[in-house]
T-cell receptor, first 111, second 112 residues
């Protein structure tokens, strides 16, 4: 079974803090994704990566950056957290042109 | 802007009935489509994928695709209260895109 894990289920941070969200997959998938999900807005793609050190902006990359130094690990970075980044963050992975599998999610609250 | 549209619901059906969930997409280049189930507070879970026109069955679930009409549907037979969840439809961007476009989901409520 595909397994995607995320570093925290719940996280509370202060405005202006630098926040790291980590995602690890164990299926040797080339593609990894970061989404945020908000009520009424659905799933929105922040960034994705199709290979180590490669990244592409999604629909809402502003305020975020990513890092993929190893194939199995994809990190989302909030350089200076703001209250409007309070959300559920979901990581997913997939093989090329294959199905995406999601991790359990991190519910981030920025105070 | 390429989009995937779903009726937000809630769609309410009695236990044992057939639930029909519908989805339309705007990107004519999309060739791959996916249905995810998401329970409240949980992450999306893949139910089915469909790539060809017609029907694809898996247990109580049937996905239907009509590329000419740009329409995807999911039928759930013998609906159970445990099927109560939000169902997300997704389409691959373009013919060979890496990313998916997700609809906002339809909430299904199955009453016992």
């Amino acid at each position: 079974d595909v397994k995607v894990t995320q570093s925290s289920r719940y996280l509370v941070k202060r405005t202006g803090e630098k926040v790291f969200l980590e995602c690890v997959q164990d299926m040797d998938h080339e593609n990894m994704f970061w989404y945020r999900q908000d009520p009424g807005l659905g799933l929105r793609l922040i960034y994705f990566s199709y290979d180590v050190k490669m990244k592409e902006k999604g629909d809402i990359p502003e305020g975020y950056s990513v890092s993929r130094e190893k194939k199995e690990r994809f990190s989302l970075i909030l350089e200076s957290a703001s209250t409007n980044q309070t959300s559920m963050y979901l990581c997913a992975s997939s093989p090329p042109f294959g199905e995406q599998f999601f991790g359990p999610g991190t519910r981030l609250t920025v105070l | 802007q390429k989009e995937v549209e779903q009726n937000s619901g809630p769609l309410s059906v009695p236990e044992g009935a057939i639930a029909s969930l519908n989805c339309t997409y705007s990107d004519r280049g999309s060739q791959s489509f996916f249905w995810y189930r998401q329970y409240s507070g949980k992450s999306p879970e893949l139910i089915m994928s469909i790539y060809s026109n017609g029907d694809k069955e898996d247990g109580r679930f049937t996905a239907q695709l009509n590329k000419a009409s740009q329409y995807v549907s999911l039928l759930i037979r013998d609906s159970q209260p445990s099927d109560s969840a939000t169902y997300l439809c997704a389409a691959r961007k373009g013919q060979a895109g890496t990313a998916l476009i997700f609809g906002k989901g339809t909430t299904l409520s199955v009453s016992s």
